[in-house]
Protein backbone atom coordinates (compact mmCIF):
# COMPACT_ATOMS: atom_id res chain seq x y z
CA UNK A 1 0.00 0.00 0.00
CA UNK A 2 2.64 2.15 0.60
CA UNK A 3 4.46 1.89 -2.68
CA UNK A 4 1.43 2.17 -4.11
CA UNK A 5 0.34 5.73 -2.67
CA UNK A 6 4.41 6.88 -3.50
CA UNK A 7 3.89 5.96 -7.16
CA UNK A 8 0.61 8.00 -7.16
CA UNK A 9 2.18 11.42 -4.64
CA UNK A 10 5.39 11.07 -7.41
CA UNK A 11 3.30 10.73 -10.61
CA UNK A 12 0.95 13.99 -9.61
CA UNK A 13 3.94 15.43 -8.40
CA UNK A 14 5.39 14.97 -11.76
CA UNK A 15 2.37 15.88 -13.80
CA UNK A 16 1.63 18.99 -11.73
CA UNK A 17 5.54 19.67 -12.35
CA UNK A 18 5.30 20.04 -16.19
CA UNK A 19 3.41 23.03 -16.71
CA UNK A 20 5.44 24.76 -14.21
CA UNK A 21 8.59 23.51 -16.00
CA UNK A 22 7.66 24.63 -19.45
CA UNK A 23 6.68 28.06 -18.59
CA UNK A 24 9.67 28.57 -16.21
CA UNK A 25 11.94 27.69 -18.95
CA UNK A 26 10.37 30.15 -21.84
CA UNK A 27 10.35 32.77 -18.98
CA UNK A 28 14.40 32.05 -18.83
CA UNK A 29 14.63 32.74 -22.30
CA UNK A 30 12.98 36.08 -21.80
CA UNK A 31 14.75 37.23 -18.70
CA UNK A 32 18.20 36.61 -19.81
CA UNK A 33 17.69 38.91 -23.27
CA UNK A 34 16.46 41.29 -20.26
CA UNK A 35 12.69 41.49 -21.28
CA UNK A 36 10.39 40.48 -17.75
CA UNK A 37 7.92 38.48 -18.98
CA UNK A 38 4.94 38.80 -16.46
CA UNK A 39 2.56 37.68 -19.50
CA UNK A 40 3.33 34.27 -18.48
CA UNK A 41 0.02 33.36 -17.48
CA UNK A 42 -1.89 34.86 -20.17
CA UNK A 43 -0.10 32.66 -22.39
CA UNK A 44 -0.42 29.54 -20.83
CA UNK A 45 -4.10 30.55 -20.99
CA UNK A 46 -4.13 31.27 -24.96
CA UNK A 47 -1.98 28.10 -25.43
CA UNK A 48 -4.37 25.92 -23.67
CA UNK A 49 -7.10 27.72 -25.70
CA UNK A 50 -5.26 27.62 -28.97
CA UNK A 51 -4.58 24.13 -28.25
CA UNK A 52 -8.52 22.57 -27.05
CA UNK A 53 -10.05 24.97 -30.00
CA UNK A 54 -7.72 23.45 -32.80
CA UNK A 55 -8.03 19.89 -31.73
CA UNK A 56 -11.51 19.62 -31.67
CA UNK A 57 -12.06 21.59 -34.49
CA UNK A 58 -10.22 19.33 -36.72
CA UNK A 59 -11.53 15.92 -34.99
CA UNK A 60 -15.05 17.06 -35.27
CA UNK A 61 -16.40 16.35 -38.78
CA UNK A 62 -14.74 12.53 -38.43
CA UNK A 63 -15.77 12.72 -34.88
CA UNK A 64 -19.51 13.42 -36.06
CA UNK A 65 -19.83 10.45 -38.71
CA UNK A 66 -17.95 8.32 -36.01
CA UNK A 67 -17.64 9.11 -32.46
CA UNK A 68 -14.68 6.50 -31.91
CA UNK A 69 -12.95 8.04 -34.57
CA UNK A 70 -9.14 8.49 -33.83
CA UNK A 71 -7.38 11.56 -35.68
CA UNK A 72 -4.47 10.97 -34.46
CA UNK A 73 -2.48 14.42 -35.95
CA UNK A 74 -5.55 16.60 -34.35
CA UNK A 75 -3.65 17.23 -30.98
CA UNK A 76 -0.63 17.87 -33.17
CA UNK A 77 -2.05 20.63 -35.09
CA UNK A 78 -3.72 21.66 -31.62
CA UNK A 79 -0.19 21.78 -30.19
CA UNK A 80 1.20 23.61 -33.10
CA UNK A 81 -1.60 26.28 -32.76
CA UNK A 82 -0.94 26.51 -28.72
CA UNK A 83 2.98 27.29 -29.87
CA UNK A 84 2.40 29.50 -32.69
CA UNK A 85 -0.14 31.80 -30.79
CA UNK A 86 2.37 31.66 -27.48
CA UNK A 87 4.98 32.77 -29.29
CA UNK A 88 2.65 35.85 -31.11
CA UNK A 89 1.23 36.86 -28.04
CA UNK A 90 4.93 37.12 -26.13
CA UNK A 91 5.67 38.86 -29.81
CA UNK A 92 2.91 41.28 -29.06
CA UNK A 93 4.45 41.72 -25.43
CA UNK A 94 7.80 42.43 -26.51
CA UNK A 95 6.70 45.19 -29.35
CA UNK A 96 5.29 47.16 -26.74
CA UNK A 97 8.53 46.54 -24.39
CA UNK A 98 11.42 46.20 -27.02
CA UNK A 99 10.01 48.96 -30.04
CA UNK A 100 8.05 51.54 -27.77
CA UNK A 101 9.71 51.41 -24.72
CA UNK A 102 6.20 50.42 -22.28
CA UNK A 103 6.65 49.38 -18.93
CA UNK A 104 7.21 45.75 -19.12
CA UNK A 105 5.05 44.82 -15.93
CA UNK A 106 2.05 46.76 -17.15
CA UNK A 107 2.49 45.45 -20.52
CA UNK A 108 2.09 41.66 -19.20
CA UNK A 109 -0.42 42.49 -16.91
CA UNK A 110 -2.86 43.58 -19.83
CA UNK A 111 -2.05 40.42 -21.61
CA UNK A 112 -2.73 38.47 -18.11
CA UNK A 113 -6.35 40.41 -18.33
CA UNK A 114 -6.80 39.34 -22.03
CA UNK A 115 -6.04 35.64 -21.04
CA UNK A 116 -9.08 36.05 -18.88
CA UNK A 117 -11.13 38.15 -21.66
CA UNK A 118 -10.27 36.98 -24.98
CA UNK A 119 -11.26 33.22 -24.01
CA UNK A 120 -14.42 33.65 -22.37
CA UNK A 121 -15.73 35.19 -26.13
CA UNK A 122 -14.41 32.89 -28.46
CA UNK A 123 -16.20 30.25 -26.43
CA UNK A 124 -19.13 32.17 -26.21
CA UNK A 125 -18.76 32.15 -30.20
CA UNK A 126 -18.02 28.54 -31.25
CA UNK A 127 -19.60 26.44 -27.88
CA UNK A 128 -22.56 29.02 -26.61
CA UNK A 129 -20.89 29.19 -22.93
CA UNK A 130 -17.70 31.65 -21.59
CA UNK A 131 -16.09 28.85 -19.21
CA UNK A 132 -15.70 25.51 -21.24
CA UNK A 133 -14.88 24.03 -24.50
CA UNK A 134 -15.91 20.78 -26.25
CA UNK A 135 -14.20 17.92 -25.05
CA UNK A 136 -11.82 16.55 -27.26
CA UNK A 137 -11.70 12.46 -28.39
CA UNK A 138 -7.74 12.97 -29.25
CA UNK A 139 -5.50 13.85 -26.80
CA UNK A 140 -2.08 13.57 -26.85
CA UNK A 141 -0.74 10.31 -26.32
CA UNK A 142 0.73 9.08 -22.95
CA UNK A 143 3.81 6.86 -22.40
CA UNK A 144 4.26 4.40 -19.96
CA UNK A 145 7.33 5.43 -17.76
CA UNK A 146 9.91 2.06 -17.71
CA UNK A 147 6.65 -0.07 -18.04
CA UNK A 148 5.42 0.35 -15.05
CA UNK A 149 1.46 0.12 -14.18
CA UNK A 150 -0.07 3.64 -13.59
CA UNK A 151 2.95 5.23 -14.62
CA UNK A 152 1.66 6.81 -17.83
CA UNK A 153 2.38 9.94 -18.61
CA UNK A 154 1.56 12.33 -21.63
CA UNK A 155 4.23 13.08 -24.01
CA UNK A 156 4.87 16.79 -22.99
CA UNK A 157 6.00 15.57 -19.83
CA UNK A 158 8.85 13.74 -20.87
CA UNK A 159 9.22 17.00 -23.44
CA UNK A 160 9.63 19.44 -20.25
CA UNK A 161 12.07 17.44 -17.93
CA UNK A 162 14.64 16.64 -21.50
CA UNK A 163 14.11 20.44 -22.30
CA UNK A 164 15.92 21.22 -18.85
CA UNK A 165 19.24 20.33 -19.86
CA UNK A 166 18.67 20.99 -23.49
CA UNK A 167 18.10 24.73 -22.58
CA UNK A 168 21.13 24.73 -20.32
CA UNK A 169 23.04 23.45 -22.99
CA UNK A 170 21.87 26.18 -25.44
CA UNK A 171 21.81 29.42 -22.84
CA UNK A 172 25.07 28.41 -21.50
CA UNK A 173 27.62 26.32 -24.44
CA UNK A 174 26.27 28.15 -27.78
CA UNK A 175 27.01 31.32 -29.59
CA UNK A 176 23.13 31.86 -29.70
CA UNK A 177 23.21 31.92 -25.83
CA UNK A 178 26.13 33.86 -25.07
CA UNK A 179 24.71 36.65 -27.37
CA UNK A 180 21.37 35.96 -25.25
CA UNK A 181 22.76 36.56 -22.24
CA UNK A 182 25.18 39.16 -23.07
CA UNK A 183 21.97 41.61 -24.51
CA UNK A 184 20.82 41.06 -21.34
CA UNK A 185 23.20 41.83 -18.97
CA UNK A 186 25.55 44.21 -21.13
CA UNK A 187 23.17 45.48 -23.76
CA UNK A 188 25.78 48.10 -25.09
CA UNK A 189 28.91 45.90 -25.08
CA UNK A 190 26.61 43.58 -27.30
CA UNK A 191 26.10 46.47 -29.31
CA UNK A 192 29.33 47.92 -29.82
CA UNK A 193 30.30 43.91 -31.37
CA UNK A 194 27.86 44.14 -33.69
CA UNK A 195 24.70 41.88 -32.13
CA UNK A 196 21.46 42.87 -32.75
CA UNK A 197 20.19 43.62 -29.08
CA UNK A 198 16.46 44.24 -30.63
CA UNK A 199 16.42 40.66 -32.61
CA UNK A 200 17.86 39.05 -30.21
CA UNK A 201 15.26 40.68 -27.27
CA UNK A 202 12.45 39.33 -29.71
CA UNK A 203 14.02 36.30 -29.62
CA UNK A 204 14.05 35.45 -26.50
CA UNK A 205 11.16 36.80 -25.73
CA UNK A 206 8.63 35.02 -28.37
CA UNK A 207 10.84 31.18 -27.31
CA UNK A 208 9.21 32.30 -23.84
CA UNK A 209 6.07 32.35 -25.40
CA UNK A 210 6.56 29.33 -27.40
CA UNK A 211 7.33 26.99 -24.11
CA UNK A 212 4.83 28.78 -22.18
CA UNK A 213 2.04 28.15 -24.88
CA UNK A 214 3.23 24.53 -24.45
CA UNK A 215 2.61 24.77 -20.85
CA UNK A 216 -1.09 25.70 -21.65
CA UNK A 217 -1.67 23.00 -24.37
CA UNK A 218 -0.30 20.62 -21.88
CA UNK A 219 -3.15 21.78 -19.49
CA UNK A 220 -5.84 21.11 -21.84
CA UNK A 221 -5.23 18.72 -23.94
CA UNK A 222 -2.32 16.71 -21.84
CA UNK A 223 -3.21 16.65 -18.16
CA UNK A 224 -7.48 17.24 -19.79
CA UNK A 225 -9.23 17.10 -22.84
CA UNK A 226 -10.70 20.02 -23.06
CA UNK A 227 -10.14 23.77 -22.00
CA UNK A 228 -11.86 25.53 -18.65
CA UNK A 229 -11.59 28.98 -17.58
CA UNK A 230 -8.95 30.41 -15.91
CA UNK A 231 -6.91 26.55 -15.83
CA UNK A 232 -4.01 27.72 -15.82
CA UNK A 233 -4.67 28.67 -11.47
CA UNK A 234 -1.85 31.19 -11.44
CA UNK A 235 1.22 29.02 -12.92
CA UNK A 236 2.47 31.79 -14.66
CA UNK A 237 3.43 33.87 -11.84
CA UNK A 238 4.49 30.99 -10.17
CA UNK A 239 6.89 29.75 -12.67
CA UNK A 240 8.59 33.29 -12.70
CA UNK A 241 8.41 32.85 -8.90
CA UNK A 242 10.58 30.10 -9.20
CA UNK A 243 12.59 31.36 -12.24
CA UNK A 244 13.79 34.28 -10.03
CA UNK A 245 14.34 32.71 -6.72
CA UNK A 246 16.12 29.84 -8.92
CA UNK A 247 17.84 32.45 -10.60
Known amino acids: ??????????????RATTPLLLAALGGLFSERSGVVNIALEGIILF??????????????PFVADNPSARVWYA???????????????AGVHAL??????????????AINLMGLGIPA???????????????????????????????????????AFLLVPLVWFVVFRTPFGL??????????AADSLGISVTRMRYVG??????????????LSIGNLN????????????????ALIFGK
Open 179 to 188: RLRAVGEHPE
Open 226 to 241: QFVSEMSGGRGFIALA
Open 96 to 109: VSIKYKADQIISGT
Open 1 to 14: VDVVLLLALGSSMI
Open 121 to 159: VVLAGLYQNTSISDPVKNRLPDISLLGIPGLNFSVLVYV
Open 75 to 89: PWLGLLAAMVLGALV
Open 205 to 218: VMLSGVLAGLGGAY
Open 47 to 60: GALAAAVVTQLVEA
